[in-house]
Each structure stands twice: as C-alpha cells, then as structure tokens.
Antibody
Framework: EVQLVESGGGLVQPGRSLRLSCAAS????????MHWVRQAPGKGLEWVSG????????GYADSVKGRFTISRDNAKNSLYLQMNSLRAEDTALYYC???????????????WGKGTTVTVSS | DIQMTQSPSSLSASVGDRVTITCQAS??????LNWYQQKPGKAPKLLIY???NLETGVPSRFSGSGSGTDFTFTISSLQPEDIATYYC????????FGGGTKVEIK
C-alpha cells in the first residue's frame, strides 16, 4: 500500500524552529518528486515547497522562502521540512504529497499523507 | 506569481443536479491544471489532472475542461458522497491552488 506518514508537528513559540518528517512506503521513493502543502485552520490549501527526485532542484512559496528548507533522504525513504523563524501565520496542518513525476515543477500530487499540525503561539 | 480565481466559493445543489465550478488563471497556464476533492477532516484527493484527464478510479460523473486561462470542473449528477470542497491547482509557474469551492446538498 502506498503510504505517506507525517510527523514532527507541535506547539512552538514564534521565532523558533521545527523539523517535519514524512515517511514514505509502498512505492519507489527516489523515482518521484515530493511536495509539502499546508492548510491553515478553516482555510484553503497552500503549496509550500517541492523537491526533485534527486534533490537537484527545490522550490518554495514566497511566504516561506528564506525560512523553510525542504530536503529528502532517498536511502531512508524520507522527506523533511526544516522550518525556521516561525510565525503565527505558519500555523497549519502540513501535508506531505507525492508528485506524479520526478520533477516538482510538473505533474500533479497523487498521494497525500494525513498531515501533521503545527501551531505557532506564545 | 500566478493567481487562481475559483468560483463560486460555495454552492448548494440537489442530488442529481449538474454542478459546475470555474477556475480562472491570471495568465496562460496551457493545460497545467489539476482538480482535487477534499472531504471534511480528510486529505485532498486528485480527481482530474492536466485539465481534462480523469484519475484512475474516479467516477465518470466528474470531468474537467479548458485551456489557457479558463477552466471548468463539472459533476454531471451530484451524489451525496460528493459533499466536499474542490480545489483547482496550476503548475505552470510554481504551484498555486484556487481558493476552493464548498459543495453542499440542498
């Protein structure tokens, strides 16, 4: 069964850091690009970041550029999101999603995890 | 950045009705447009990719059309299990989601 399981969310103070993880199984992880997508409480979906199959290219939404870093470890079938300088507006449910292709700039997201919740508050 | 304007933001229709949602891009995105369904408390699910291609296993009452800047998503006969919020998403330049359309049963 193809599966993505996010972890690492929690309550964090503004200005602090948090690292999210996504464990993939059931498919050849290093064949596909991966994404992070978030959803603030009661709001719509917002793409956060994407990474190519080999980490050779990454992309970020303007709202997180310079603060968040996406990475992956193909040997561990894992995706990560390092979030620094967190703000209240980063509070959201963070989803890990598998891309349909090896490049994050193309295709669609065909497998999603259940998400991990990040709350930024003092 | 490409903006995606989805309308309406919500709608109420009867079982069996034809439901149409539109998505307009702020610039030409070719056919680089996907549609997702999100049921309450669940992760999004891909329905349509590249504007008009039905994802495997998705009922044929769902369809998509359009190219360039104007796209349409249609449910030909609304079913109770279709209650959800629907999102368009472009990937011509970075990725952007539309604001969503919440579909309810009248």
């Amino acid at each position: 069964e193809v599966q993505l399981v996010e972890s690492g969310g929690g309550l964090v103070q503004p200005g602090r850091s948090l690292r999210l993880s996504c464990a993939a199984s059931g498919f050849t992880f290093d064949d596909y690009a991966m994404h992070w997508v978030r959803q603030a409480p009661g709001k719509g979906l917002e793409w956060v970041s994407g990474i190519n199959w080999n980490s050779g290219s990454t992309g970020y939404a303007d709202s997180v550029k310079g603060r968040f870093t996406i990475s992956r470890d193909n040997a561990k079938n894992s995706l990560y999101l390092q979030m620094n300088s967190l703000r209240a507006e980063d509070t959201a449910l963070y989803y890990c999603a598998k891309a349909s292709r090896d490049f994050w700039t193309r295709g669609y997201m065909d497998v999603w995890g259940k998400g991990t919740t990040v709350t930024v508050s003092s | 950045d490409i903006q995606m304007t989805q309308s309406p933001s919500s709608l109420s229709a009867s079982v069996g009705d034809r439901v149409t949602i539109t998505c307009q891009a702020s610039q030409d995105i070719n056919n680089y447009l996907n549609w997702y369904q999100q049921k309450p408390g669940k992760a999004p699910k891909l329905l349509i990719y590249d504007a008009s291609n039905l994802e495997t296993g998705v009922p044929s009452r769902f369809s998509g059309s359009g190219s360039g800047t104007d796209f349409t998503f249609t449910i030909s006969s609304l079913q109770p299990e279709d209650i959800a919020t629907y999102y368009c998403q472009q990937y011509d330049n970075l990725l952007t989601f539309g604001g969503g359309t919440k579909v309810e049963i009248k």
